[in-house]
């Protein structure tokens, strides 16, 4: 990589290989990152904000092929054509999105390696080979003005000397336990030196809960190391960021937007209630329902 391009980040991972076991029985049959938020599936928004962000190679991680997410993001003939004769055009270029705003890979996350989120990381080395790039986590969605991973790329992109940058969202401090909460070098505003994985209110340094939001050198390889479980006897990748701060500098910044989780359907359809608030289309409609539900 030669000293001009060697921050440019245009590849990204998406890590899909979970089994959705909170969506189940549904995701029985229909993938987690295809289930909908509105219109789209939470994989569309996901991509939508890397491809905002300079993006232009993705693979996806998936846990076994997926045919419902690959042909998400091909055309599909027939579909299109209907919707041509028919003159449906703003529904056509929604279908049409994913046909050409990326180059797609999609892999299965290696069977042979320890369960945990380090996996798919992992999984996708060969493909990124000795390039920067992002990575998310296909359940965590950002709703926010300006796209979260172009935050971060810009932070990356500011000094040489950055091997990553993380993101993180204050959470209250009752809820610090069920988060990777962040700790910061001494003296530093946002220089990562511990990454804990749910710790108590007692021990946690700050109440910064990190969020699967990543940009990384390709360094970060260096510290995934599958001999090296965590918690649960699984393979983290928080555990391997808190590595990597021991030796290199990692930055963390405080997203400027709204972090929402889908992992699983309470939360999902909290999403889509926020999602649908920030569509035209739907606000009024949505505000009038839920007055109508509670009376208030």
């Not at 991680?61 to 004769?85: G, M, P, W």
């Not at 060969?126 to 971060?152: H, R």
Request: aromatic share 10%.
């Amino acid at each position: 990589m030669s000293q001009k391009n060697n921050r440019k980040v245009t590849k990204a991972i998406i890590t899909a290989a979970g089994f959705g076991t909170r969506f189940l029985p549904a995701t029985k049959t229909v993938p987690k990152e295809m289930l909908p938020i509105l219109e789209y599936p939470t994989i569309h928004y996901v991509v939508k904000e890397l491809v905002d962000s300079g993006i232009t190679d993705i693979v996806v991680v998936v846990r076994k092929t997926s045919s419902a997410t690959e042909q998400y993001f091909d055309v599909a003939d027939d579909i299109e054509e209907f919707l041509k004769k028919g003159g449906k055009d703003e529904i056509l270029k929604k279908v049409q999105y994913g046909n050409h705003v990326a180059n797609f890979a999609f892999i299965k996350q290696d069977v042979s390696l320890p369960k945990g989120s380090a996996a798919a990381v992992l999984s996708a080395k060969k493909w990124i080979g000795e390039e920067n790039f992002a990575m998310v986590y296909c359940d965590d969605l950002v709703l926010s003005e300006k796209p979260a991973i172009k935050t971060l790329i810009e932070s990356f992109q500011k000094d040489e000397e950055v091997a990553g940058v993380v993101s993180a969202q204050e959470v209250d401090w009752d809820e610090v336990s069920k988060y990777g909460i962040v700790e910061f070098k001494e003296g530093s505003k946002n220089q990562l030196v511990a990454l804990t994985e749910k710790p108590s209110r007692e021990d946690a340094k700050t109440n910064l809960a990190y969020y699967g939001r990543h940009v990384f050198s390709p360094k970060i390889f260096e510290y995934l190391d599958p001999l090296k479980l965590g918690a649960g006897e699984e393979f983290n990748f928080a555990e391997s960021i808190h590595r990597m701060a021991q030796e290199k500098k990692v930055l963390v910044e405080k997203i400027d937007g709204e972090w929402l989780t889908t992992g699983d359907p309470l939360n999902m359809l909290k999403a889509s209630i926020k999602y649908a608030l920030d569509r035209e289309e739907y606000s009024e409609a949505i505000r009038e329902f839920m007055i109508s539900c509670t009376g208030k």
